[in-house]
């Protein structure tokens, strides 16, 4: 069997089991946190996320995928101190995040003529050596797509993401916005990249109910993440199960992925706010909520198990 690389190494593809397949375990900006640290504890927030996490497994899921890249705080140090206390797997991505522009250390590190973006070296690095010295391997890239478009940095951090998968085979996951039909310039885009579609996760998907859409999507190869379970402001809990049921009713369970987008500390709100916007959007959710309500509308065991275990499992082993 395959290996799959983890924060604490690499382990057999066929151990993965349930996975989660987007979440997060912080998201912050480090130079803020510097500079502005407010009541940040390193080790309360470290413990904090032992608990949930572990919590979490104890709830039946064995693996998470977390996609925290450049752009959205990555810290391996930090997440090796919390994988070090979970009994579960933690996957970490290599990749950068933006909607928009590239940071300023990019802009003017520029391709070599004919040769490798220096962005798709570092995520080389990243896979084939490990991240910052410390050996931890990313199993997966990342790189993001939103409503502005294909930007001009977007499009280099998302070319420099296929280079670098053709170079080491990892997969890919997109962050998208299915209501501006991103998907499409994403398809385009790694398509001219020959990146292999069937190891590729279009982010966010399950915001859109939009049925032909997401069949559309499906049938490049793509799997769509069906990834914000408990983002109920942007589409409720009700579209999101019941998208869910009917692309599997069509056939389409081998096409999907499950999970929350959810973290154990993300600066983006302000403490205490998330409760209220979102009460539900916690790692737990899909096994509380979600996967009741998907026997419920008719999607089997099977079925279930298939978005939770065999897709990730694919994803990750080709
Ligand atoms: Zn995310």
Same mark, same amino acid.
């Given at each position: 069997?395959?290996?799959?690389?983890?924060? *604490?190494?690499?382990?057999?593809?066929? /151990?993965?089991?349930?996975?989660?397949?987007?979440?997060?375990?912080? %998201?912050?900006?480090?130079?803020?946190?510097?500079?502005?640290?407010?009541?940040?504890?390193?080790?309360?927030?470290?413990?904090?996320?032992?608990?949930?996490?572990?919590?979490?497994?104890?709830?039946?899921?064995?693996?998470?995928?977390?996609?925290?890249?450049?752009?959205?705080?990555?810290? %391996?140090? *930090?997440?090796? *101190?919390?994988?070090?206390?979970?009994?579960?797997? &933690?996957?970490?991505?290599?990749?950068?995040?933006?909607?928009?522009?590239?940071?300023?250390?990019?802009?003017?590190?520029?391709?070599?003529?004919?040769?490798?973006?220096?962005?798709?070296?570092?995520?080389?690095?990243?896979?084939?050596?490990? &991240?910052?010295?410390?050996?931890?391997?990313?199993?997966?890239?990342?790189?993001?797509?939103?409503?502005?478009?294909?930007?001009?940095?977007?499009?280099?951090?998302? *070319?420099?993401?296929?280079?670098?998968?053709?170079?080491?085979?990892?997969?890919?996951?997109?962050?998208?916005?299915?209501? /501006?039909l991103t998907g499409r310039d994403v398809l385009r885009v790694l398509r001219e990249?020959?990146?292999?579609?069937?190891?590729?996760?279009?982010?966010?998907?399950?915001?859109?109910?939009?049925?032909?859409?997401?069949?559309?999507?499906?049938?490049?190869?793509?799997?769509?993440?069906?990834?914000?379970?408990?983002?109920?402001? %942007?589409?409720?809990?009700?579209?999101?199960?019941?998208?869910?049921?009917?692309?599997?009713?069509?056939?389409?369970?081998?096409?999907?992925?499950?999970?929350?987008?959810?973290?154990?500390?993300?600066?983006?709100?302000? /403490?205490?706010? &998330?409760?209220?916007?979102?009460?539900?959007?916690?790692?737990?959710?899909?096994?509380?909520?979600?996967?009741?309500?998907?026997?419920?509308?008719?999607?089997?065991?099977?079925? %279930?198990?298939?978005?939770?275990?065999?897709?990730?499992?694919?994803?990750?082993?080709?």
């Amino acid at each position: 069997m395959a290996l799959v690389e983890t924060v *604490r190494g690499p382990v057999d593809a066929g /151990s993965l089991g349930t996975t989660l397949m987007h979440e997060h375990v912080f %998201i912050l900006n480090e130079e803020v946190r510097e500079n502005y640290p407010g009541d940040w504890n390193e080790t309360s927030r470290v413990d904090d996320a032992v608990a949930k996490l572990t919590a979490l497994y104890d709830r039946g899921c064995q693996t998470i995928v977390d996609p925290t890249v450049l752009g959205l705080g990555r810290d %391996i140090h *930090r997440i090796r *101190r919390v994988a070090d206390g979970v009994p579960l797997n &933690i996957v970490v991505a290599t990749g950068l995040y933006t909607y928009n522009d590239l940071p300023f250390y990019f802009k003017y590190r520029l391709p070599r003529s004919g040769g490798l973006d220096p962005m798709a070296e570092m995520f080389i690095g990243d896979i084939t050596t490990g &991240i910052a010295g410390t050996g931890v391997k990313a199993a997966f890239l990342k790189c993001a797509i939103d409503d502005e478009g294909l930007t001009p940095g977007v499009e280099r951090a998302m *070319r420099a993401v296929c280079r670098a998968h053709r170079e080491t085979a990892a997969p890919i996951t997109v962050h998208t916005h299915p209501a /501006s039909l991103t998907g499409r310039d994403v398809l385009r885009v790694l398509r001219e990249e020959s990146v292999d579609l069937s190891r590729v996760v279009l982010g966010h998907s399950g915001d859109s109910a939009d049925l032909d859409y997401l069949t559309e999507m499906a049938d490049s190869g793509c799997l769509l993440g069906m990834d914000r379970f408990g983002i109920d402001v %942007i589409t409720p809990f009700e579209q999101r199960v019941q998208t869910v049921a009917a692309l599997c009713a069509r056939g389409y369970a081998g096409s999907m992925v499950l999970s929350h987008d959810a973290s154990c500390y993300i600066d983006w709100f302000p /403490s205490g706010t &998330i409760g209220k916007f979102a009460p539900r959007w916690n790692y737990e959710h899909i096994f509380d909520d979600v996967l009741p309500a998907l026997r419920e509308r008719d999607v089997t065991e099977d079925q %279930i198990e298939t978005m939770l275990v065999a897709n990730p499992r694919r994803y990750f082993t080709g």
